[in-house]
């Protein structure tokens, strides 16, 4: 008997029925992103990873999926932000995929959940994902075919990192786990430039 709710500075927090007198009871608070209002919320109790999965959808355009796991933590599955579209509904349809309605300009959309972050530009219907294995990965929203995959260095630590469309949706740009952000052309695939940060560590949000 978990209780769940977002605020309107960002903050998921987690309820529970003390044993003793079944007063609820604060065990877990995160604030998620920039502390944009949470516009919706989804629950998936019958998860296969340990936990329940959490959906949310956030007034700055972003989509997270989180695992709450048997230690009341929580961590991140998935991290995408929608191009023009701030959900004011979200709901789980299977395993792999979220549905996600539109507050403004009545848009619907599908979302498959991979490990790690997207950006999703509607007027293409087009979805870039950090496939978190050799790159980042093209997709459009009404198929689950990949179109094509921009590869980066393998990457060395399992975290998820920022992806995003450029120049109107001409470039892709990512982050990396070895100081670098990659520019990439979005049609033929093609490397244009690597931007040197650092000699190492995590890129991890561009905008």
Known sequence: ???????????????CPSPADKIYQEICARRLGAGFEVTCLAWDAASSEGGARIAVGMRDNVVQILLFNAHSQLQS??????????????AFVDRDEVCIFGLFD???????????????NMRRRLTVI?????????????????????????????????VAFGEDSKLVVGGSDNGRVYLFNRKSGEL???LHHSKAGLVQSIA
């Open 1 to 15: 008997e978990t209780l769940c709710y977002g605020t309107g500075l960002g903050y998921l927090i987690f309820l």
């Open 77 to 90: 599955i998935f991290a995408g932000r929608l191009d023009s579209t701030v959900p004011k509904s979200i």
């Open 106 to 120: 009545g848009n619907m959309l599908s979302l498959t959940i991979c490990r790690g972050y997207a950006a999703v």
């Open 130 to 162: 950090d496939n978190m294995a050799n790159g980042f990965t093209l997709y459009r929203l009404d198929c689950a075919d990949p179109i094509r995959t921009y590869l980066t260095d393998p990457p060395t630590v399992p975290v998820p990192k920022q």
């Open 192 to 194: 244009l430039s690597t």
